[in-house]
């Protein structure tokens, strides 16, 4: 089975930092896109920062400046460095992998359990 798994959050405080991990483990051919996505009550889910297998990065505006992603492909890990933390940013975080399984280039996404990032003011 392939799982994704997000460690890392937490409480902070307005203008601290945390770092987001996530591992991907099980039977799969690769690792396409990995993300990091967020849903704050009462919001739809929404994209925060994606990195592709070659490490092209993409941030949400809200986070540009603040967030890095990043990723280990020989680990299949992808972290995600919060730093300058905003109340708003107040979210269960979820890590996403899209995974080809036995077929290059079919590719399946899963989603892990994810994490609460709570920052007070």
């Known amino acids: 089975q392939v799982q994704l798994v997000e460690s890392g959050g937490g409480l902070v405080q307005a203008g601290g930092s945390l770092r987001l991990s996530c591992a991907v483990s099980g039977m799969l051919f690769s690792i396409n896109d990995m993300a990091w996505y967020r849903q704050a009550p009462g919001k739809q889910r929404e994209l925060v920062a994606d990195?592709?297998?070659?490490?092209?990065?993409k941030y949400a505006d809200p986070v540009k400046g603040r967030f890095t992603i990043s990723r280990d492909n020989a680990k299949n890990t992808v972290d995600l460095q919060m730093n300058n933390l905003k109340p708003e940013d107040t979210a269960v975080y979820y890590c996403n992998a899209k995974v080809a399984l036995t077929t290059p280039g079919v590719l399946y996404e899963y989603w892990g359990k994810g994490t609460l990032v709570t920052v007070s003011s």
């Open positions: 990195i592709t297998s070659g490490g092209s990065r």
